[in-house]
């Protein structure tokens, strides 16, 4: 987004988005507003909930580049979900709480009433089953990591006999690549480490896996190669918010707006990119062909 004052479109954004809150909660929103003990009181719902108690609890993920970063020596987070938390916290006028979860946690959080919110997390048919899910914060797309040498553009052009693929064992990476690259020759390695050692030493042509975890072992180790994301057919998974199930979809549903707007000015592509470059990964780096 190009803009003389960066100030002015940032309040022009709350100020949308608070419309948006505003509409989506009806009159149960504008109770809480005008009473906040009174809504406290009587919160059926999340989003109420939230704002009576001024706090937003999210699972933050140790370790989980690009999405989550702690600094030791001050116990600060950063990154892409976080820049994301703080945003709607800011907007709601609440404070962060966190709670540090892993991704299959994360929906366990969320049944037991720990979080009000999980980020980064894929809405399998499994998981809808139980929590809800937000508007797509973005397609996370697949491809290869391709050694110097190698040119690839499309899956079929790494489906042949003659390309070496390395992917870990029972992992989406191996389902994408024996599914879209079927005559490749294929191995299967115990652990994402395994396949990286594979590619360093040269003994595979390519590694089948998504966009974030190839450019940030690029990013670590340039020799390994470049990413591509292939294309014909396009292949991605939907990375979303989750929320806890509950019959009122407020809350759900003011983060698909926020989702949507966010995505629609360019902001959570810049976000994302800024998480990214926690790991190395240069802005340059990032394909143009990411749709986010």
């Given at each position: 987004m190009i803009t003389s004052d960066d100030s002015k479109v940032s309040e022009d954004r709350r100020d949308a988005l608070r419309y948006a809150l505003a509409i989506g909660s009806g009159a149960a929103l504008a109770s809480a507003l005008a009473s906040p003990a009174s809504a406290q009181a009587s919160a059926d719902n999340t989003l109420d909930r939230i704002r009576a108690t001024k706090v937003l609890r999210i699972a933050v993920l140790p370790g989980e580049l690009p999405y989550f970063n702690k600094d030791l020596a001050t116990g600060t987070w950063s990154g892409f979900s976080i820049e994301m938390a703080n945003d709607i916290a800011k907007l709601l006028d609440v404070k962060l709480e966190y709670t540090e979860s892993t991704y299959g946690n994360s929906i366990l959080?969320?049944?037991?009433?720990?979080?009000?919110?999980?980020?980064?997390?894929?809405?399998?048919?499994?998981?809808?089953?139980?929590?809800?899910?937000?508007?797509?914060?973005?397609?996370?797309?697949?491809?290869?990591m391709l050694r110097k040498g190698i040119e690839a553009k499309t899956w079929a052009d790494i489906s042949k006999p003659e390309v070496r693929i390395a992917v870990d064992v029972g992992s989406a990476n191996e389902a994408v690549a024996r599914r879209f690259a079927p005559n490749a020759t294929i191995k299967s390695m115990k652990s994402r480490d395994e396949v990286m050692l594979e590619m360093s030493a040269g003994r595979v042509d390519c590694v089948v896996n998504a966009l974030v975890l190839g450019l940030t072992a690029i990013a670590k180790n340039p020799n390994l190669g470049t990413y591509k994301i292939l294309q014909s057919p396009s292949v991605a998974i939907p990375s979303s918010m989750a929320v806890r199930r509950e019959p009122d979809k407020h809350w759900r549903d003011f983060l698909s707006v926020w989702v949507d707007y966010n995505r629609g000015i360019g902001q959570m592509r810049e976000w994302f990119v800024k998480g990214l470059a926690l790991s190395g990964v240069k802005p340059e780096d990032v394909p143009v062909e990411l749709s986010i």
């Open positions: 959080d969320l049944q037991s009433n720990k979080i009000d919110l999980g980020f980064a997390l894929n809405p399998t048919p499994q998981r809808a089953l139980v929590v809800d899910f937000s508007a797509t914060v973005f397609p996370h797309p697949f491809g290869a």
